[in-house]
């Protein structure tokens, strides 16, 4: 109650000064006074973001039986038709390859992808579906690489992740050795390596080497904690991205993209024009 009363007290002090300010002003109107009560006392804008700006997803578990995404050929067309009636069109969905886990390759994953085109073809469910890979950065990684067996999308994006415990140590060369091989890096989700939210320097220096960002909508509308959250915030409020991708897995994901449409940090990034997904 004592909390309630202080808080009152500084919001009527608030609009006592902004009164007393703008009324000696000559620029005083009463629209000024509206605007001043809506900041003090409005509601937040719950506008629903459009994720129909992107156009294309570049970052989802949509094919089945692959990893810890989709399980079954239904799960697939369901996850597909909640993404395309929030906007999405397009999806380039990116099975785990990890060589502990999930041992994926073009073997594994074109006729999964080759199932599922022909089911929304069958349902008559207009959406183009692709697929790529997201790496994970382990001993095995080198080796696909240098094979050149690499599922990339768009402009030779290769999307890769690292462990959420902490970074390689051969970071920096792995990422000259894509590049030599002449593809783009892009770093999934790193607002979710906690061990780097107060070391923006080590961000700095992977963008300094050309390593692109993609965040996750799921980060931004707070679905793995406040701590992912933030750093996702921190990098928007930089504007170190260059896609955003929903990350996403299963039922529980759509429902918190509803729950955290209307999320302000998720508006700024769809406003902020730097996306590169509706350029593929």
Known sequence: MVRRRLSNQRSYSCLLVGLFTIQNSSFFTFAHMIELFKKIFGKPDLTPADLGQLVVDVHSHLLPGLD???????????????????????????????????????????????????????????????????????????????????LSFGKNYLLFELSFINPPDNLENVVFEMQTKGYVPVLAHPERYLYWIDKMDKLEALRERGVLFQINLLSIVGHYGPPCKKFAEKLIDKNWFEFLGSDLHNKKHIQSLHKGIADPYLKKALQAGLSKNNQL
């Open 68 to 150: 810890d995404g989709a399980e079954t050929l239904e799960d697939s067309i369901s996850l597909i038709q909640d993404l395309n009636a929030l906007g999405y069109n397009r999806f380039i969905t990116t099975p785990h390859i990890m060589g502990d886990f999930y041992k994926n390759s073009r073997e594994t994953i074109l006729p999964k992808l080759d199932l599922v085109r022909e089911e929304l073809v069958k349902r008559e469910i207009k959406v183009q579906l692709d697929a790529a890979a997201e790496y994970y950065l382990d001993f095995e990684f080198n080796e696909k690489l240098q094979s050149g067996n690499i």
